[in-house]
């Protein structure tokens, strides 16, 4: 095979390595599929999933500096190194009252910087958030929220305590 026809067959391969998971989120699948154990006849159906790692933010800041309206957002993705989002329209959802917080939850409250901060329970729904310091700094923040309509969960990581206080700050001037 000529060295013309082995190159793109390279780079693509490096590329989708390079973008592995961008359209799936293995670990938040799984927070989906305890809680819809716990809730027996309930059904989540995936409305989207995705993975952002470095790589693909990246590509993400470098295509805002070419679209003129993305500007601010170039400001909040410096801050983000990964993030995975998963949202499911729920159906048939009982009493949630009862619901423990996911297994997969409770592991990273077992490991090293992991606090739960918010916990909400009552039989229309539940709220876990979860975040993650180091030298008292947020660099990670879990979220899950469950009603009777959807199920959210977003995972980020990076310099979140920077990106909160740009958010705040703009926030703030806006109102």
Known sequence: M?????????GLTLILTLCSGCLWAPDLDRV???IERQLPGSEFNKEI??????VTLGAAKLVTRFVPDAA???????????????IYEAENIPDTGDVKTPK??????????W???????????????????DDEKLKGIYVVVLDSD??????????????????????LARN
């Open 115 to 133: 606090e739960l901060v918010v916990k909400t329970q009552d039989d229309n729904g539940a709220t876990w958030i979860l975040c993650q310091l």
């Open 72 to 86: 601010e957002a170039r400001g909040y993705l410096t801050d983000v190194s990964r993030v995975k989002v998963a």
């Open 49 to 54: 999933a995705f993975s952002l790692g470095p």
């Open 150 to 171: 959807e199920l959210v969960l977003v995972q980020a990581h990076g310099n979140l305590e920077r990106l909160f206080e740009k958010a705040m700050r703009e926030n």
């Open 2 to 10: 000529k060295s013309s026809k082995i190159m793109p067959i390279v």
């Open 104 to 113: 997969d939850l409770r592991k990273l409250l077992d490991r090293d910087g």
């Open 32 to 34: 989906r599929r305890d």
